[in-house]
């Protein structure tokens, strides 16, 4: 069966750290694969999405990155992190035009 | 560019009562609507999905939501609410965007029932 896995689950970090965040999916090959960061008040906000190993597309400038380096691994990056940086981030994972699956999230502090 | 409001960013209620949230999109082109929920510190839950065909749906949990084209509203209904809906509820709309699947979301309702 399908499984998406994200973690660590809460990070605290200081202003000026970097940041790494991984999600892996199980049961399926060549997922499209989504970074979501949700703000207080704000939402979910689509950051990256990737549709295959190296390819990645960013939906609104800011301060993190990301990478494809393996069919069924998606990381989120970061060199320094800022104070808006902090927020709950997830891993989706679409499948077809109306399946989605999601990772259990990340919640991120930086202080 | 597609979008999708809701306009309550919380809704109170009592235990057994109806609960509406409400969910309004805009499109220039065909959409799939979803309802979602959110318990703390977890990911998504899928509730409900219109895909086509009957414009109301019904999911789990005992919510429902009923499409209307001609309002571009999607909003979700529960008869009696228990106290373990207490939660965030996101409304989406799925696009195909150059090849790819894209769900846009809502800001979100947050739910609270109270006994």
């Known amino acids: 069966s399908q499984t998406i896995h994200q973690w660590p689950a809460t990070l605290v970090q200081p202003v000026g750290s970097p940041l790494s965040l991984e999600c892996t999916v199980e049961g399926t090959s060549n997922p499209n694969l989504y970074w979501y960061r949700q703000a207080a008040g704000r939402g979910l906000q689509l950051l990256f999405y990737?549709?295959?190993?190296?390819?990645i597309s960013s939906e609104v400038p800011q301060n993190l990155s990301a990478s494809r380096p393996q069919d069924r691994q998606f990381i989120l990056s970061s060199k320094k992190l800022l104070l808006s940086d902090s927020g709950f981030y997830l891993c989706a994972w679409i499948q077809g035009v109306t399946e989605a699956f999601f990772g259990q999230g990340t919640r991120l502090t930086v202080v | 560019a597609q979008s999708v409001t809701q306009l309550d960013s919380q809704v109170p209620v009592f235990e057994e009562a109806p609960v509406e949230l409400r969910c309004n999109y805009s499109?220039?082109?065909?959409?799939?609507l979803f309802w979602y929920v959110q318990y703390p510190n977890q990911g998504l839950q899928l509730l409900l999905k219109y895909l086509s065909g009957s414009t109301l749906v019904k999911g789990i949990n005992g919510f429902e939501a009923e499409f209307n084209k001609s309002q571009t509203s999607f909003h979700l209904r529960k008869p009696s609410v228990h106290i373990s809906d207490t939660a965030e509820y996101f409304c989406a709309v799925s696009l195909r965007n150059t090849g790819f699947q894209k769900l846009v979301f809502g800001t979100g309702t947050r739910l609270l029932v109270s006994p």
């Open positions: 990737s549709v295959g190993i190296g390819q």
């Open positions: 499109s220039s082109v065909s959409v799939y």
